[in-house]
């Protein structure tokens, strides 16, 4: 039962750290997991639309 709430709580961590993430279109990445969903990381390292 621990492990379902804490496997719940570290998902929507990580869903509003990614929406953290989003405030920029430009912001800079190594991957396109660094950017939000809608956008991946270009070839100059920075978020962008795809």
Known sequence: MYDEILSAFFEVND???SEARCG???DRCKTNQ???SGFRCT???RC???
């Open 15 to 17: 869903e509003l750290q």
């Open 24 to 26: 920029e279109k430009n």
């Open 34 to 36: 660094d950017c939000c």
């Open 43 to 45: 070839k100059f390292r």
């Open 48 to 50: 962008g639309r795809r």
